[in-house]
């Protein structure tokens, strides 16, 4: 190809085209019918319900609305459910890191199957999770047996639900750490262990900071869905007002009493509260991967 003929492709290339004739920038083909699909499926699995969550709402006044969300019976559920949820996530926090730790940095027989365990929750019905905890925890249990004589009733107590919220929350923070820990550059450990840095001070100084994003994630999480949790609670729990009663029970029993004015109201308020926790955990998920793209 001589000269003038590439510098003519080259013009040819470059040269604008017709005023008439509209270029599409898109790279994605079909976007807008891709688009147009997934806003109909949102709105008739997602939006739709909740709107008619919303408007059946909106039939109470002021008045009607604030005595169903604040009466003793319901507030005392907040803060079993809120407060099970938030014990619960901390432990998880504690342990699901260990566990992470453990899978990743060492190896030995049944690691595997270690692994799988983890994800356990995951698969099982929570229903059969509330039944073989309330099996191994009640009075007459494996576990509870030894533990009642000593003063020790975990099962029909808050401290039940509290285990029954770890056992479900955990591969949340185990499965959010874990392939942080993965990926952390051995390079910096080894680097502050040349330069006189303890075990403690390795991992509070080098390590910690780099997992902290994935910690403060798992942990949302995990409490996220240990506040929505029914299933595994409503066995172990004993369903006593003021003492044992969560959040989703109470909307239960509004639901069977035909009080559906007052099930949704205490229904929104735990839904103003997910999207709250749906926020924050985009956020820190956001910064979790701002902080992974940033230069060491």
Known sequence: ???????????????????????????????????????????????????????????????????????????????????ASFIAALVNLFFGLLIAWVLVRYKFPGKKIVDALVDLPFALPTAVAGISLTALLAGNGWVGQYLEPLGIQLAFKPAGIVIALIFIGLPFVVRTVQPVLEDAEKELEEAATCLGATRWQTFTKVILPSITPALLTGFAMAFARA????????????????????????????????????????AVVMLVISFILLLVINALQAWQRRHAGAPA
Do not use: C, H
């Open 1 to 83: 190809m001589t000269a003038a003929t590439s510098v003519a492709a080259q013009g040819a290339v470059q040269a604008p085209a017709p005023a008439g004739r509209r270029t599409s920038k898109r790279v994605l083909p079909g976007f807008g019918l891709t688009l147009g699909y997934t806003l109909f499926y949102l709105s008739i699995i997602v939006l739709i319900p909740l709107s008619a969550l919303l408007f059946k709402t909106f039939s109470l006044t002021w008045e009607q609305f604030w005595t169903a969300i604040s009466a003793p019976r319901v507030v005392a559920s907040y803060r079993l459910t809120f407060g």
């Open 227 to 266: 506040v929505g949790e029914y299933g595994s609670v409503i066995f172990i729990a004993g369903n006593m007002p003021m003492v044992s009663e969560i959040t989703p029970l109470i909307i239960i029993g509004k639901l069977e009493q035909y009080d559906y004015a007052g099930a949704t109201a205490v």
